[in-house]
């Protein structure tokens, strides 16, 4: 389980929310499906953002659950661009939660998600590279 002196990423969270009972399964706990939809909302924000247009999730890498989340949880979702291919970008999400009473933030999953970008003909396109890679060729 990961330490309690884990802070969150310093930026701001692409997906905040809070955790409701309309987000649990019949015993109450918070649906895994849940909280990896937000995850995948978050990178398919920044994939869209990056690739300027439409962008679709064909992979998730890592995902392992060290906590979890109940309801009342303030869950924040992080997402940053890891890398990009010729059509691809990897976004690596973190997910933290918070209680609603209580400073202390911690992980409760991560994972690489890996989206394409498409075209209006549902296609794969190109996607420009990252900033720093740009500036390496230079």
Not at 4 to 32: H, K, L
Not at 35 to 42: E, P, Q, T, Y
Not at 49 to 74: C, N, W
Request: hydrophobic share 40%.
């Amino acid at each position: 389980m990961p330490a309690a002196e884990e802070t969150p990423p310093n930026e701001s969270p692409a997906v905040r929310v809070i955790a409701m009972p309309a987000d649990t399964n019949p015993y109450g706990d918070i649906f895994g499906g849940w909280l990896m939809s937000l995850m995948d909302s978050a990178a398919g924000s920044v994939a869209a953002r990056h690739s300027k247009g439409r962008a679709v999730t064909i992979a998730v890498d890592g995902m392992t659950f060290l906590r979890p989340v109940v309801v009342g949880d303030e869950v924040s979702v992080f997402a940053a661009l890891e890398s990009v291919g010729r059509t691809s970008m990897n976004i690596a999400v973190e997910a933290w939660r918070r209680t609603r009473h209580d400073d202390r933030s911690y992980r409760v999953t991560k994972a690489t998600f890996t989206f394409v970008a498409i075209g209006e003909d549902r296609q794969p396109r190109s996607v420009p590279p990252i900033a720093a890679q740009e500036d390496k060729r230079d």
